[in-house]
């Protein structure tokens, strides 16, 4: 007996149907497995440290400064004594040298904010009373120095020198500015242990 016709047609639709529906879950379950969700709140991000990121004191910059071959101290100046380095005026002590002097070639001065990380403050200049005498050597202004600047430190810092966290130092010309007829003896204060971030005039420290 011959099966009507609407009866064999709605088999096929039947069978499309099913391997349509069959071929829907296959794609999904691909897609749910290959596809990643991602928490924003989660994201990370790598940093990639620079090369000028690996100092670890609070050294200023090497183009910071006023860069000085030749210098007279000015009370309240803060200053560092440097060398320079392919073309770059860089920090060679550890710790700063009592005496600021420029005795070397290629040693600078590098005056700085005192805001910023610095070796020294000048706490006091004397002048007059050095042009009046005959021009020194280093050795005679290291012993005038010694004389002289203990209690001006006192003055200047407001705490006697032998209590003081701080230390003393001198500035005293080099023979470029000798042979100029400059003569002056600047004292220092300075921090042994470290750099100065401030100015010591009256810090009592």
């Given amino acids: 007996m011959r099966r009507p016709a609407t009866a064999s047609l709605l088999a096929t639709l039947a069978v499309a149907l099913l391997a349509l529906l069959l071929l829907a879950t296959a ?16 994201t990370t991000t790598t940093v990639v440290p620079s090369e000028n990121s690996t100092t670890t004191t609070l050294e200023p910059e090497a183009g910071v400064g006023k860069l000085l071959y030749l210098y007279t101290p000015v009370v309240g100046d803060c200053i560092d004594h440097r060398t320079m380095t392919d073309g770059r005026a860089n920090t060679t002590r550890s710790t700063p040298d009592q005496n600021a002097t420029l005795r070397a070639s290629g040693q600078v001065i590098v005056r700085l904010d005192c805001e ?9 200049v004397d002048t007059m009373e050095v042009a009046k005498s005959q021009p020194q050597s280093s050795e005679a202004f290291n012993e005038l120095a010694k004389q002289v600047c203990p209690a001006q430190f006192s003055t200047a810092v407001g705490r006697p020198y032998q209590d003081s966290e701080l230390e003393f130092g001198w500035i005293t010309p080099t023979n470029d500015q000798q042979a100029q007829g400059i003569e002056f003896l600047g004292c220092l204060a300075f921090n042994p242990k470290g750099r100065l971030t401030e100015s010591v005039r009256g810090s009592g420290r």
């Avoid at 910023?116 to 006091?124: A, G, L, M």
Wanted: aromatic letters at 8%; proline letters at 8%.
């Fill in 27 to 42: 794609c999904g379950s691909s897609t749910s497995a290959t596809v990643k969700k991602i928490d924003p709140t989660t």
């Fill in 116 to 124: 910023r990380p610095h070796q020294y403050e000048v706490i006091f």
